[in-house]
């Protein structure tokens, strides 16, 4: 049954996800982590950089990140380990963890970047006072995955949030923990984020002993 069955107008129009892919994006691999900071290690693409590694820790949406402000992402001369933000769809607050290797990067583009606490880390090149819109986030993104070889059909900027949740769940199987780090509301949505089915909870039964 389609729209065309109710409205003549729409008859012969292609539906609005012909010839897309819907659904979850994947999340990336190690490797291809790696492969995307030698890419953009190799351009000197200092801001990307960045920006690409602060979406990995911090598992935030694109409408979070590039709101980040210096301030949340800096104590005195230091990049802090932790940072929290208050998500825009819930209103509710999610710390992240920032690693080493994103602490160096984000450090070496604030430096760079220079400006005050009060100004965002990855501001618009349109509006100086503004900050990198979603949009231009999203074909960074895509830029980033097709410079790798992968199909940008398949990833986009939720593949940057799910992929360090991915990768300790793989590890852990630890529910719980996943929901938090994302900033989920209900566990249910942590499972259908990440895609949880139930081989998934089957191999985790069979790996407890009681």
């Not at 490797?31 to 900071?37: A, S």
């Not at 030698?38 to 990140?65: H, T, V």
């Not at 300790?168 to 199987?173: E, F, N, P, S």
């Not at 985790?204 to 002993?209: I, P, S």
Request: glycine share 8%; aromatic share 8%; net charge positive.
């Amino acid at each position: 049954m389609g729209i065309s069955r109710y409205d003549p107008l729409a008859k012969g129009r292609p539906a609005w996800n012909a010839g897309k892919q819907v659904g979850a994006k994947r999340a990336l691999k190690v490797k291809q982590i790696w492969l995307i900071r030698f890419f953009l290690d190799s351009e000197g693409r200092m801001r990307d950089r960045a920006l690409f590694d602060l979406a990995i820790d911090s598992k935030l949406r694109g409408c979070d990140l590039v709101k980040m402000k210096i301030g949340s992402l800096v104590s005195g001369p230091a990049i802090r380990a932790r940072s929290m933000v208050i998500q825009q769809k819930t209103g509710r607050p999610v710390q992240f963890e920032i690693t080493a290797d994103t602490r160096a990067s984000l450090l070496a583009w604030l430096e760079r970047r220079g400006g005050t606490i009060d100004d965002y880390a990855f501001p618009s090149r349109v509006d100086r006072d503004g900050h990198l819109s979603t949009r231009q986030y999203a074909r960074l993104v895509d830029e980033w995955i097709t410079a790798i070889g992968l199909r940008p059909e398949e990833y986009g900027t939720h593949s940057l949030r799910r992929t360090k949740a991915a990768l300790i769940y793989k590890a852990t199987g630890n529910l719980r923990a996943i929901q938090i780090l994302l900033g989920h509301t209900k566990i249910e949505n942590t499972v259908r984020y990440l895609g949880v089915d139930i081989d998934d909870a089957l191999t985790l039964a069979e790996t407890t002993e009681i």
